[in-house]
């Protein structure tokens, strides 16, 4: 089984000679590099703009430092939000992540949901999936082709460019898409890409979606395997019943906070992260929130429903939270699949 | 006196097993870690696109991974072309190199002069300026406000915006702006920004170009000084008479294929950049390519009318030039500058 993290760092504008806004950032760069050396696979972090608590904005920035202090951990996006960039210009940044980083990007990619992003950059929200196809095919197109290329399109026109530098890994970075509805799914499965599944899902939702993924790339003739889905989860290591039921709360709050920022003035968007129930009750069955032995059960619980790759956005425990989780709970999951493989 | 370098790296494209489109940039990273421990002030990389041979295009990827790397070199910017970039984007991505690297990026910005980039981007080069201007004002604004702003204007529109993460520079980092003509420097004394002047310039235009910029900065009341001058020069650590006249030679040839890619079909760029001479006594006057006793002959002639910084295109003595640059060279200038302080 494979353990990555999503999150995002927080960089704040703020008052007077104290306040230090790299802090956060400096945070999540420590927190990871640390957690690749306990045995993280992956990191992937948003992108947000104009969230007024700073969410991380360029996150090919981000992940490009972190690139350059670590040597293992993949460098995912969750995801580049393609209807904000030029995508020559993006491909150009991945790419140039690619390559320095030793072929660790992956690419997740998706349309954008919140209302007050596409306000911001004065992108009517019905473009959304006009400009998402338009600029993934430029993605791929300036990733692979090495001859001089002509595109004049709906939103972005070039005249014979070739994009430079070339990405380390090939054909391209692996794309990841976020997908909740069945027709999103079967959407992923037929470009051939790998699967992000949200955080707030319940666990039934989660089984159904991998199960309905699984059906259509089996049903497009290839193989299918687990850890190509990576189910983001929250994760707190709590310290007892109390300190659990405390960072659930905060979890409740802290959703409604970025819902707010996502819905629409009419109150009519669809996007299916919204539409979860946030009770105590599915926050608690959803996330991973817990004491050690309740949190292997819960990972028990998803390994036994067949998911293999786990990515953990911080509840609050941390740093420590993922050392007490490296050492209690990754062994135990790597002999599981040892034992797997030798079956 | 202060040395800088200026420069790109090359990442090519190419075919079989045996390419590693890497190492160019992995060489550029590590000449410039190496470059800071001997001294050097800073390090200025291109930004380029579609050249065919691999020039830096995604330049604050590499800017941040070479500020992981390092922890004193300034990291500049020579120049982004703003009419490539959203304004808002770039703000973001600026902001996030010079947070993480603990406030060392230098912001150069230009309109761009490359026919090929212009085509290939599909924007006529007649908007050059008012792309320019209008991303100038954006960036500012973005660094700058706390508050929510709204912005509808020629090429860009946004709404009820805060753009994050703030830059560690306040109010925001230096700008630094490429000028020849006349009227262009008069401009960027008029906007308070510090000075680039390009490398092919003749040591008399330099000059020139310097008395005018402070004239300018002067008129307008305040302090001229001279390490707010960013002059480009071509280095080369010749071993000997021979050495240098081929390292000659390979300029005026590099030169030419960049050329190439600027000039518009009409042969009409009128840009200041190409319009000297390319001849083999021009380019030995204004480039610093020599045996050590040359250069530092050189180099007093330019101390000795008023230069301060220097950035050092280099023109193939590599890091082993840099290391005897820094020996042979650097300590008589800081010398001569404490004399000049202490008088």
């Known amino acids: 089984m494979k353990f990555g993290l999503f999150g995002s760092a927080q960089a704040k504008r703020g008052q007077g000679p104290d306040v230090d806004s790299s802090k956060g950032y400096r945070d999540w760069l420590e927190y990871n590099t640390e957690a690749e050396a306990l045995g993280?696979?992956?990191?992937?972090?948003?992108?947000?703009?104009?969230?007024?608590?700073?969410?991380?904005?360029?996150?090919?920035?981000?992940?490009?430092?972190?690139?350059?202090?670590?040597?293992?951990?993949?460098?995912?996006t969750a995801v580049m939000v393609l209807p904000w960039h030029n995508p020559v210009?993006?491909?150009?940044?991945?790419?140039?992540?690619?390559?320095?980083?030793?072929?660790?990007?992956?690419?997740?990619?998706?349309?954008?949901?919140?209302?007050?992003?596409?306000?911001?950059?004065?992108?009517?929200?019905?473009e959304?999936?006009?400009?998402?196809?338009?600029?993934?095919?430029?993605?791929?197109?300036?990733?692979?082709?090495?001859?001089?290329?002509?595109?004049?399109?709906?939103?972005w026109s070039y005249e014979d460019v070739v994009v430079e530098p070339p990405t380390a890994q090939k054909p391209h970075p692996p794309f990841w898409m976020g997908a909740g509805s069945p027709a999103s799914i079967e959407k992923v499965a037929e470009r051939g890409?790998?699967?992000?599944?949200?955080?707030?899902?319940?666990?039934?939702?989660?089984?159904?979606?991998?199960?309905?993924?699984?059906?259509?790339?089996?049903?497009r003739g290839r193989m299918f395997d687990a850890s190509e889905v990576g189910v983001a989860r929250g994760l707190y290591v709590a310290k007892d019943a109390g300190d659990r039921?405390?960072?659930?709360?905060?979890?409740?709050?802290?959703?409604?906070?970025?819902?707010?920022?996502?819905?629409?003035?009419?109150?009519?968007?669809?996007?299916?992260?919204?539409?979860?129930?946030?009770?105590?009750?599915?926050?608690a069955e959803a996330a991973i929130y817990g004491t050690v032995d309740e949190i292997a059960e819960k990972i028990q619980t998803l390994h036994d429903s067949g998911i293999r790759y786990l990515l953990f956005a911080?509840?609050?425990?941390?740093?420590?939270?993922?050392?007490?989780?490296?050492?209690?709970i990754i062994p135990a999951f790597s002999d599981a699949d040892a034992a797997e493989a030798a079956e």
Chains 1, 2 share one sequence.
């Not at 972090?45 to 700073?54: D, L």
């Not at 196809?133 to 939103?155: A, H, M």
């Not at 949200?198 to 699984?214: E, G, M, S, W």
């Not at 968007?269 to 919204?274: G, L, P």
Request: aromatic residues 10%; negative net charge.
């Open 40 to 76: 993280f696979y992956s990191s992937f972090a948003v992108e947000h703009h104009f969230t007024g608590f700073g969410q991380v904005s360029a996150t090919l920035n981000l992940l490009t430092y972190l690139a350059a202090q670590t040597s293992t951990i993949r460098l995912g």
């Open 89 to 126: 210009l993006l491909a150009e940044q991945a790419a140039t992540v690619d390559l320095l980083s030793g072929g660790r990007l992956d690419m997740g990619v998706g349309k954008g949901y919140r209302f007050n992003e596409f306000k911001g950059f004065g992108i009517p929200m019905e």
């Open 128 to 155: 959304a999936d006009g400009r998402f196809e338009e600029s993934l095919k430029l993605l791929k197109k300036s990733w692979t082709e090495d001859q001089p290329w002509t595109y004049d399109g709906e939103f």
């Open 193 to 219: 890409y790998n699967l992000l599944l949200d955080q707030f899902a319940p666990p039934a939702t989660i089984n159904d979606r991998i199960d309905l993924f699984r059906k259509a790339v089996e049903a």
């Open 245 to 283: 039921d405390q960072a659930i709360e905060n979890r409740i709050n802290g959703r409604r906070r970025v819902d707010n920022l996502a819905q629409r003035p009419d109150g009519g968007n669809k996007a299916s992260i919204m539409s979860y129930d946030d009770t105590i009750e599915t926050t």
């Open 314 to 328: 911080d509840g609050g425990s941390g740093i420590e939270g993922l050392r007490t989780f490296s050492k209690e």
